[in-house]
C-alpha cells in the first residue's frame, strides 16, 4: 500500500507557465486536500475536496485551481505561475470516519 | 481570529534531556487539537489527537496534555532521541473540512 503519493518530487518553473502538481491516495479516503507550506507562515489550506465531485475554496486559492473526478486522485493547477507560488506543497487524504488528514511527501515548486 | 502560536519557534537539546513544547490557541468553536511531527523533507505525521474532555494522551516518549479552559496544549518529550529532530506542528480543529487552524511549529534540534 504506497498510501498517498504526490509528483513531481520538485519543480523548477518558468512564470507563465502552466503546472499541474498531482496527487494520488489508495486509502479510499473520501475528503482530500491541497496545502502549500512557507517558512515562518506554516501550513496553508489552498482547496479540498469532501467527496469525489466536490471542491472547495480554502484560505489562499487564489492563482489555483482543482479537479476530483474521483476518489483516488486530487490534481493541483497553476494555470500561470507566479514567483509567489514558489513554496512545498502537500497533499492530504482524511477518512470519513476520522479527523486525522494523511498528508504525502510533498512537492517543491520553484517558479523564477 | 482564529489563531494558534507556538513556542519556542526552535529549540536545541541534548540527547537524553526531556523538553516541553507549547501551544496556545483562540479557535473557536473547539473540536480538537492535534500535534504532528514533520520530519525535514517529508509530510507531517500525526501524534496525539484530544478533545475537549481529555487533560493528557501519551504516545510513547511524547505526553500532550490540554488545558481547554486556559485554551493551552503541551507536548512533553521525554528522553529525548536524534530521531525526535523535526518540527512539531500544534493543529487545532473547528470542525468541517476547512476548519482546522495551524501553528508555524517548534523547530526541534536534538545534539549528541
Known amino acids: 500500500i504506497a498510501g498517498i503519493t504526490q509528483a513531481p518530487t520538485s519543480q523548477i518553473l518558468a512564470a507563465g507557465r502552466r503546472m499541474t502538481l498531482r496527487c494520488t491516495q489508495d486509502?479510499?479516503?473520501?475528503?482530500m486536500y491541497w496545502y502549500r507550506q512557507d517558512l515562518g507562515l506554516g501550513l496553508r489550506l489552498i482547496h479540498y475536496?469532501?467527496?469525489?465531485?466536490?471542491?472547495g475554496k480554502g484560505e489562499v486559492p487564489d492563482g489555483y485551481s482543482v479537479s476530483r473526478a474521483n476518489t483516488d486522485d486530487f490534481p493541483l493547477t497553476l494555470a500561470s505561475a507566479v514567483p509567489s507560488q514558489t513554496s512545498v506543497y502537500f497533499c492530504?487524504?482524511?477518512?470519513?470516519?476520522?479527523?486525522?488528514?494523511?498528508f504525502g511527501p510533498g512537492t517543491r515548486l520553484t517558479v523564477l | 481570529k482564529n489563531q494558534v502560536e507556538q513556542s519556542p519557534q526552535s529549540l536545541i537539546i541534548l540527547e537524553g534531556k526531556n523538553c516541553t513544547l507549547q501551544?496556545?490557541?483562540?479557535?473557536?468553536?473547539?473540536?480538537?487539537l492535534r500535534w504532528y511531527k514533520q520530519d525535514t523533507g517529508r509530510g507531517p505525521v500525526s501524534l496525539t489527537i484530544?478533545?475537549?474532555?481529555?487533560n493528557t494522551k501519551s504516545n510513547g516518549r511524547y505526553t500532550a496534555t490540554l488545558d481547554a479552559d486556559t485554551k493551552q496544549s503541551s507536548l512533553h518529550i521525554t528522553a529525548s532521541q536524534l530521531s525526535d529532530s523535526a518540527s512539531y506542528i500544534c493543529v487545532v480543529s473547528r470542525g468541517g473540512a476547512d476548519g482546522l487552524t495551524f501553528g508555524k511549529g517548534t523547530h526541534l534540534i536534538i545534539q549528541p
Open positions: 501551544c496556545n490557541y483562540t479557535v473557536s468553536p473547539f473540536s480538537n
Open positions: 486509502m479510499r479516503h473520501n475528503a
Open positions: 484530544m478533545t475537549f474532555s481529555e
Open positions: 475536496s469532501n467527496t469525489a465531485g466536490t471542491t
Open positions: 492530504a487524504s482524511r477518512p470519513s470516519w476520522s479527523d486525522t488528514q494523511y
